[in-house]
């Protein structure tokens, strides 16, 4: 999947592709307000599961990755590491993932409490991967651009 605001690297496929897992998500900036950047990245550090209920009342802003840490992990030779979630707009899932995944498989939850996070569709997706038991990865290679008042790419 990829969004059409979103700008892969040339490589990304094949990265993505490398180690056969079920979803491999490539990162990208993330929009803060006025459609700047925020500062952050679009993929969530793994929580734990025993730590909240589905579905997750939002994801808390400070586990979003910034790219110094992503671009780290990078210098050391990581090259996929465990998330909790993270936006789909550059996202390789395994079909035949959706036959074992409950249905509905995307969805945008909002919480009656104007106060409450509301969860994205891609969180969803991402919290139905964590309730089946399915990691979901991060390539720290991929790093993508994402069109906001220009090109963003990950700084």
């Given at each position: 999947?990829?969004?059409?605001?979103?700008?892969?690297?040339?490589?990304?496929?094949?990265?993505?592709?490398?180690?056969?897992?079920?979803?491999?998500?490539?990162?990208?900036?993330?929009?803060?307000?006025?459609?700047?950047?925020?500062?952050?990245?679009?993929?969530?550090?793994?929580?734990?599961?025993?730590?909240?209920?589905?579905?997750?009342?939002?994801?808390?802003?400070?586990?979003?990755?910034?790219?110094?840490?992503?671009?780290?992990?990078?210098?050391?030779?990581?090259?996929?590491?465990?998330i909790h979630?993270?936006?789909?707009?550059?996202?390789?899932?395994?079909?035949?993932?959706?036959?074992?995944?409950?249905?509905?498989?995307?969805?945008?939850?909002?919480?009656?409490?104007?106060?409450?996070?509301?969860?994205?569709?891609?969180?969803?997706?991402c919290e139905?991967?964590?309730?089946?038991?399915?990691?979901?990865?991060?390539?720290?290679?991929?790093?993508?651009?994402?069109?906001?008042?220009?090109?963003?790419?990950?700084?």
């Amino acid at each position: 999947m990829v969004d059409n605001d979103v700008v892969l690297p040339k490589n990304a496929l094949r990265l993505l592709l490398e180690d056969r897992v079920d979803v491999c998500l490539g990162y990208y900036a993330h929009r803060g307000e006025k459609n700047e950047y925020s500062g952050r990245n679009n993929v969530c550090r793994y929580l734990n599961p025993n730590e909240y209920n589905f579905p997750y009342r939002g994801y808390p802003f400070e586990s979003e990755y910034t790219t110094q840490e992503l671009d780290a992990m990078k210098a050391k030779g990581e090259k996929k590491i465990r998330i909790h979630g993270g936006g789909m707009g550059c996202a390789l899932i395994r079909v035949g993932l959706f036959d074992d995944l409950e249905f509905p498989w995307f969805d945008w939850v909002n919480k009656p409490d104007q106060n409450a996070e509301m969860l994205s569709e891609d969180l969803f997706f991402c919290e139905r991967c964590v309730q089946a038991h399915v990691p979901v990865y991060t390539d720290v290679r991929v790093g993508c651009g994402h069109i906001m008042r220009k090109v963003q790419w990950p700084e």
